[in-house]
């Protein structure tokens, strides 16, 4: 009969319970690994057969035939190579090893037999604890992202060996370091946005983005700041609860790139892909249908800086997971659904020579016009609030103020989110006044006549497009929440209108 | 426009495409032969027995008699609804006419009205905001006294002065450089079909001419032709404008070059021209021609504005120069939010404007 023992495989960012069962048949000496496995599977017998006979193991001379269950999916990944292992040795009566359904083995085999970390621990783990598998056994350099998952007991090894005796019960595991610190330190960030002077308006409206969810679009001179400020949004975005924290870590699990050997992130994400980032690499896809820069920011902020710059097509990929908050990624192998829950930040220049509004700048209203049609109107309906960075004079540095901190913004930010969380809790997919949708509007920002009249008055002098109107009424929630106001009140529809800078230009061009 | 015989219309057009004989020759020769007609039949003899008319034109004359190319241009005009307005006929300006170098036919799209000679806008293609404001101002007015507005087309200061004019219901021509079925610069395409549709595009040269540079200054003279007075927004030192500007004195125009920052490298040329003796452009009532109605001036420019105090310190703080909302509160030392409160409402008024992030005061007082 052959042997069975656990493992897992990665679909998306959840794993998957993966049943390794080993059979020895009499018959031509040979080794076969069937279950769809990629090439990083099938090699791994020649590592199977070096380790196990590195430790003076018999490596059976029958006919060996491993098979990953379920047959029907696709597999990757080095990570089977322990549980191969395990099961061979346990099939061959080389081990006894009792209780071995309630194990699961994780880890890549060395030729010396040693066991090297893997990606994608943090959803094994959790899947282990899903499946009611209590005992994991992982590579030691992996032990601390596993034991972000509490509930289950967690071995962590250097050595094949080291497994082999411990699952006999020749000697009991002895925890080397003290892994199991309290994982949720709130780490401080590198940027403040004290550090930003003389920016004051600006970051009025950057706080008001962060604390009602809206999209942002900066547009300035080159230099003016654009990219100082965006690199410090995360700083004042409410701090992430542990569900978050994991959903994060699982992301960067899943891709690969988690640092630190592992450990929780707790920063929320900030990513900033080049303007000429490909498709793939913004939403997702590739070989393996890995996450993209959009998933690798969830939760946290997407910055493209210079957003004229990228390809429209590129941009337009976007339009489906700002609206749903995830994206799916079909392959010929693969279709994996990765969250995307983000705060886009944009910047660009207001004109193709970058100086729009002051002396130096000549370009004609035409160009200017043609150079924001770059960002297609689908995306460009999805940015909230549109606002103009100016440069700070240098030499006047030193008569700013000091900014505010940002954790004494991040207090604001908090402070209206609670508002939100409380108004919207009855409310699915909805936790934030930019998610807020028409119906919802009408519930929640009823005008006085005063605001009503002040918006009439903008409509007529700009111009707006309908679809203009509910942003402002989104937008003014959110300042009255800022003020922790019930009523959304005059001044906070006055600000709101104060949110559509290249909107309002649009009235003043000077062509046909 | 006369209605013409399509005979006579190829002569017209086969008179104007001899190589070598320009306008003055034709005019010359027309007011002995009266029509083209008789010029092309007329025998060497006839053509040599004139006063001024040498051996070599008369061989040029001779020797190009194929009517194939006049054939095709006015196909092509009848093709792409291109009409031709010669020398003779009524709508063609008499003070144009008059002058020695205009052209004896012009092809154009739209339409030509009485009385079409208005005021000239020139200027630079790369223009400042100063230059947008004062164009846009000046064509609005003018669009309102309803002058019409002359000028070339071209990218910048031209493009404002039609577009400004069109967008207040005024009459418009433009006078290109190439065939009129070309549009240069391209991203004034829509620009030129609004002037055709409310206004008329002209050129002196036949469908599908190619915007050349030797063909502007003819171009500069005719804009500088068709009208009674030529207002110059803003001239580099080396600007074609320039040369408009010094037509229009050949042709005893009126010119205003509209002053600016000695220091400017955009209005070294119209600064120039104040000191050789233009006039000093001031306001836009300074362009009305004798014959148009005073009375609108006068309410344009009455309109007074009542300001609350804290709108009263911020227009008086952004008078004299651009300074961004960030400058503004800290200078102010007030509360953010009624600063920001105010600035909207002020924008939603039309006291002040937003331009790339700095404000700008539009009050009067």
Redesign the interface.
Known sequence: MASVVNSFAISGIDAYVVKIETDTIYGQPSVSIVGLGDAAVKEAKERLEASIIHFKYEFPKMKIVINLAPGDIKKSGSHFDLAMAIGLLIQSNQIKAEDIQNFGFIGELSLNAELRACTGILPMAMEAKNKGISNLIVPRDNMQEASLVKGINIFGFEKLTDVISFLEGVSPYSSLDNLKVDHIIQKSYLHDFEDVQ?????I?FIVAAAAGGHNLIM???PGCGKSMIAKRIPTILPSMTEEEALDVTKIYSVAGILKNRGSLITERPFRAPHHNASTNSLVGGGNNAMPGEISLAHNGVLFLDEIAEFNKKTLDALRQPLEDNKVTISRVKYTHVYPSNFMLIAAMN??PCG?????R??C????VL?YRQRLSGPILDRIDIQK???P?EFMKLS??SKGTSSSELREKVEYARNIQRERYKNIEKVNSNGEMTPALIKEFCLLEEESTK?LQ??FD?FKYSARTFHKFLKLSRTFADMDGSEKVR??DI??A??CR?LD??RV?M??? | MEIYDKEDLIYWIWLSEIRGIGSVTSKALLNVFKTPQNIYKASKEEIMNLHGIGNATTELILNSKSLQKAEDILNKCEKLNIKILTYEDSLYPHEVKTIKKSPIILYYRGKIIENSLGVSIVGA?????YG?RVT?EAAEFLAKCNIPVISGMA??ID??AH??C??NNGYTIAILGCGVDICYPK??K??M??IIENGAVISQYPPGTKPESKHFPDRNRLISAWCKKLLLVEAGEKSGSLITAKFAKEQNRQVFAVPNCIYSS?SVGTNKLIEEGSQIYLKPSQLLLEDYDKQIINKSHSKKTNLTSLEKTIIDNIKDK?I????L??KLQQD??QI??T???M????KV??????LKNLCLN
């Open positions: 003389g920016q004051d308006a600006v009025e547009s300035g001179a207001p004109c100086y729009y509004g002051q002396q700048c000549h004609t209203d035409y160009e043609k103009y960075v100016q700070v008569d700013y002040l008055m903008a002098r005059k001044q006055a600000k209108l104060m800078d309002k230009e003043n000077v062509v046909v | 293609r790369r223009c400042t905001e947008k846009v990218k910048g493009g404002y577009t400004a069109l967008k991203e004034h829509e620009l079909e609004k955009e651009d961004t909302l960030d400058e509160i800290i953010k939010s920001f409160q600035i909207s409402i924008e939603l008024e039309g404007i937003n331009v790339g992030g700095v």
